[in-house]
């Protein structure tokens, strides 16, 4: 199987981890719509939200834990927690993945999901998530 997500938690390729349990790895996105915008991905490959057969449940807990943690240490207000099901609908890996976005007061709503400020350098970011 060729799956980018799958190399990543088999750390055959390099992420920035912020948090992981036996069910999920979570990872900054590489090309983040906000500071902080994380993946949490099941360790076991399934291919979206719809043929996931309970792996969105058993990875509930660490969305839950670092969406806290990116509220709490980033200051953001509110979060996005989104999940893309097809290409149509914006999925690029097939894996499933949930986004979890920050969202900042400078710039509510769905519409500014993707901040138009300038992006701290990823390293930074993860420093302040450790």
Known sequence: MDCLF??????????RTVASDDAAVAFLDVAP??????????????????????ELARI????????????ER????GINVI???????????FHLHV???PRFEAEPGFDAIRSQRPRR???EVLALLR
């Open 60 to 71: 509930a807990p660490l969305v839950t834990s670092v969406s806290t943690l990116l509220v």
């Open 83 to 93: 999940s893309n099901v097809g290409e149509v609908a914006g999925q690029s890996v």
């Open 33 to 54: 719509f906000q500071d902080g915008h994380t993946l949490v991905v099941p360790r076991r490959h399934v291919p979206d939200l719809l043929g996931n057969d309970g």
């Open 99 to 101: 986004h979890l976005i």
């Open 74 to 77: 980033l200051g953001a207000q």
């Open 6 to 15: 799958c190399s990543i938690i088999a750390g055959d390729i390099p992420s």
């Open 121 to 123: 350098d990823p390293d």
